[in-house]
């Protein structure tokens, strides 16, 4: 039992070394607020995928119109995937484009962002989802990043507050979620993005060949085709700026939340292999320290890692949870114990359930 003990006691000392690491990152990333906004605005052009969104998407359409950005510097385009509601009624009233997937390339979301940005006018692009709410100054934090070379860029996509277990669990993983993947992208190793706030120069995601090279799985037009720009080294950009989060409903329900993550999971198998490596070794850590305190009854000296690792991860979370867009209150502790204990589920899940959209 003393050797167990010596084993945890060594990767709780991991663990804290590579949270520590995340954490200085996190707290030493640059906000951009220092950055000013060029006079000279870019023409951009936003493509939103919708398919049955009819509860959603006046949501999105009223907080498009707020945008705080000229007229003639923007348009929206909006592909309605043969939706069976009036979610195409609603487009066609909202006076933006509405385009139909009709004759599509590609299977389900990337075959109709892919439509919606060939009938894109305008050199560069920004992706969000059907049921979220883009904030006022979008557009103009992203010229801003484009106009200093970019060739991607993606920002924070968090949950509005849930009042279920589902939508709080749902979203404290949203904020681990976004912590690796912000801290990877500030340490020049980004492999990952939330496709409800992303954007690309058109010219370089037609040098990526579009999203032809990212069909392994029908999600991923976000993660995939950042792994695809990694690897053709171009210039990739995460905006950490409360004023550049994109909101969306949390799932409400764990049948929801599991399948969700079920998909995303399925996702990260297609990483780079560095990627999937690294967070291999990360994710199995957190599950064997987090495990471990079911055999404390048996070797009581494992409390201690088990204490080091949670009481770790409670205070970033704490110290984080602001800068992406959350607020936990005194809930964490729990929400952290779940999220690690569903990580072996959402493993399991993926490994079962089949590819949709919607």
Not at 102 to 109: G, H, I, M, R, S
Not at 155 to 178: C, D, M, Q, W
Not at 243 to 270: C, G, I, L, M, W
Request: hydrophobic fraction near 45%; charged fraction near 20%.
């Amino acid at each position: 039992m003393i050797i167990l003990a010596a084993a945890f006691f060594l990767l709780s000392f991991i663990y804290v070394i590579f949270s520590s690491l995340i954490h200085y990152t996190l707290l030493n990333a640059p906000s951009g607020k220092e950055k000013q906004s060029s006079q000279d605005t870019l023409q951009i052009s936003v493509i939103i995928a919708a398919k049955n969104e009819e509860a959603n998407i006046p949501r999105l359409i009223s907080s498009l119109k707020k945008l705080n950005y000229p007229e003639n510097k923007f348009e929206v385009i909006i592909v309605d995937d043969n939706s069976t509601d009036s979610t195409r009624d609603i487009i066609s009233e909202s006076g933006f484009k509405l385009v139909r997937a009709e004759n599509k390339n590609l299977p389900a979301k990337k075959g109709a962002l892919e439509l919606g940005i060939k009938k894109a006018s305008f050199d560069f692009i920004l992706i969000t989802d059907a049921d979220c709410v883009v904030p006022a100054d979008w557009l103009t934090i992203a010229s801003d990043y484009f106009s200093s070379g970019t060739d991607f860029v993606f920002g924070a996509a968090p949950y509005f507050k849930g009042n279920t277990l589902a939508a709080k669990v749902a979203s404290f993983e949203n904020l681990r979620i976004h912590m690796l993947m912000f801290a990877a992208a500030f340490l020049g190793k980004p492999y990952s993005a939330a496709g409800r706030n992303f954007g690309f120069k058109k010219e370089s995601f037609e040098k990526l060949n579009g999203y032809n090279n990212t069909t392994e799985t029908l999600s991923g037009d976000d993660d995939l085709l950042l792994r695809e720009a990694v690897k053709r080294k171009m210039k990739i950009k995460p905006i950490l700026r409360n004023n550049f989060f994109v909101f969306s409903d949390a799932p409400e329900d764990f049948k929801t939340y599991f399948k969700q993550k079920a998909r995303h999971v399925k996702t990260s198998r297609y990483y780079s292999k560095g990627a999937q490596a690294t967070l291999a070794i990360w994710h199995s850590i957190n599950i064997l320290i987090t495990f471990s305190v079911f055999l404390i009854p048996f070797a009581p000296l494992l409390f201690f890692p088990f204490f080091i690792k949670f009481t770790a991860d409670t205070a970033y979370a704490v110290v984080h949870q602001k800068k992406f867009g959350f607020k936990f209150g005194f809930g964490i502790p729990l929400y952290q114990f779940m999220y690690e204990l569903f990580l072996v589920v959402h493993f399991v899940n993926s490994l079962f359930r089949e590819d949709n959209w919607r």
